[in-house]
């Protein structure tokens, strides 16, 4: 199974500042990554499919890049309610995987 | 708007089983799949399976195999998560989702999750 690294576990910010989220693929799922956001006691968001793609009513902040092996979430500029876990997930075989996550917590 | 709404916490003992429900709404129900993804306490989120809920099919992770069954009911509009011989590993929040059955497999909505825990 493809197995997705996140990096960093935690990322402290301030608002207003910008978040740079990494995920890498333990083999190369072309385009076929998708970017979830998740709130305590929620269930995730899908922010961002096939890459670079934002879901409906996900705010132009956030943005995502890559193909192959290594993929990036970057949210422009951090407003208080973007302080959340941030996963990584591929669509390009069974299983589908997440990766363990990235923390994104206020400075 | 598309609703995804799941059966509330339970407490099981090593050794039993659970079955979870989604009861979805506003959309049509048998041209999506729907899944179920397992998340423990400090673990990632793990992918389950799936269940096509128009003609009943079923694809399960090769690490739930043996314990999972998904099942759906087109007429409630309503898909079931079934598992078998639960251990402490399998206290967790339990979610359904669904994607379109052609694809592409991105998880949207959710439901709000189940809490199962098991203890002795």
């Known amino acids: 199974e493809i197995v997705l690294t996140q990096s960093p576990a935690t990322l402290s910010l301030s608002p207003g500042e910008r978040a740079t989220l990494s995920c890498r693929a333990s083999q190369s799922v072309s385009r076929f990554l998708g970017w979830y956001q998740q709130k305590p006691g929620q269930a995730p968001r899908l922010l961002i499919y096939?890459?670079?793609n934002r879901a409906t009513g996900i705010p132009a902040r956030f943005s995502g890049s890559g193909s192959g092996t290594d993929f990036t979430l970057t949210i422009s500029s951090l407003e208080p309610e973007d302080f959340a876990i941030y996963y990584c997930?591929?669509?390009?075989?069974?299983?589908?995987?997440f990766g363990g996550g990235t923390k994104v917590e206020i400075k | 708007q598309v609703q995804l709404v799941q059966s509330g916490a339970e407490v099981k003992k090593p050794g039993a089983s659970v079955k979870v429900s989604c009861k979805t709404s506003g959309y049509t129900f048998t041209t999506y799949l729907i899944h179920w993804v397992r998340q423990a306490p400090g673990q990632r989120l793990e992918w389950m399976g799936w269940v096509n809920a128009g003609n009943g099919n079923t694809k399960y992770s090769q690490k739930f195999q043996d314990r999972v069954t998904i099942t759906r009911d087109a007429s409630a509009t309503t898909a079931y998560m079934d598992l078998t011989n639960l251990s402490s590993e399998d206290t967790a929040v339990f979610y359904c989702?669904?994607?379109?059955?052609?694809?592409?497999?991105?998880?949207?909505?959710w439901g709000q999750g189940t809490l199962v825990t098991v203890s002795s």
């Open positions: 989702a669904r994607t379109p059955a052609a694809g592409p497999h991105w998880f949207d909505p």
């Open positions: 096939d890459a670079s």
């Open positions: 997930q591929h669509r390009s075989d069974w299983p589908l995987t």
